[in-house]
């Protein structure tokens, strides 16, 4: 006995939209994990990881970054309580603090990393900001980038910034700004050497 077409069709559309929903759910269960490891600079470039930390209902907030050469060799860290903030400020003021540092040390190809992908987008692909505040760090951080001969900004996820996240962490328990400039403090010297040795952190999808 032959189908209608109409009856054929439905047939035929039940069958594809059962296909596709199957399909999709088996995609939903196959998120395979995303490796992630710090990178090296290339010869002659410094290399500054930042990081803003800020503690949930409070909005206590902290800052804290490192710079490394290209053999992954430390050559300053600093950290610093900065009061009650939101987490994007944090990390314009982290970016901003380091920036200061970039020229006071008199580096002068850098590349800017952090883990906090609005901040790129706004430097890179020029993202509006609504706060006068944000935007005031965000016209300085242009200005600091300016002044230098050559200058690189990326993202990367958490797992690549272990080390500036760990500096943040510490700026909660400081009175006052402090700077790292012979080593880092012992506890974050195991990710640390991580980095270094190019260590892999699988980040699980969400």
Not at 55 to 78: P, Q, W
Not at 155 to 184: C, S
Request: aromatic share 10%; charged share 30%.
């Amino acid at each position: 006995m032959m189908f209608p077409l109409s009856t054929k069709f439905l047939k035929f559309n039940w069958t594809f939209q059962n296909q596709v929903r199957l399909l999709f759910v088996r995609n939903l269960h196959d998120k395979k994990p995303v490796p992630v490891a710090w990178e090296k600079p290339r010869e002659g470039w410094t290399k500054l990881n930042y990081d803003g930390s800020c503690k949930g209902k409070t909005g206590k907030s902290s800052i804290g970054g490192v710079f490394r050469d290209h053999n992954a060799e430390f050559l300053l860290g600093y950290a610093e309580s900065i009061g009650r903030s939101s987490s994007t400020m944090a990390e314009l003021v982290a970016l901003r603090r380091g920036l200061e540092l970039t020229l006071e040390h008199g580096w002068t190809s850098v590349w800017l990393e952090g883990d906090a992908k609005l901040l790129v987008d706004i430097l890179v692909k020029k993202r509006s900001v609504r706060s006068s505040e944000a935007q005031n760090h965000v016209d300085h951080i242009k200005n600091f980038m300016l002044e230098l001969d050559d200058c690189m900004v990326t993202h990367i996820y958490r797992e690549g910034n272990r080390v500036a996240d760990k500096f943040a962490q510490i700026g909660h328990h400081l009175d006052k700004p402090k700077i790292w400039r012979h080593a880092p403090p012992n506890e974050i010297l195991g990710v640390f050497h991580d980095d270094a040795k190019g260590k892999i952190i699988l980040r699980r999808r969400r």
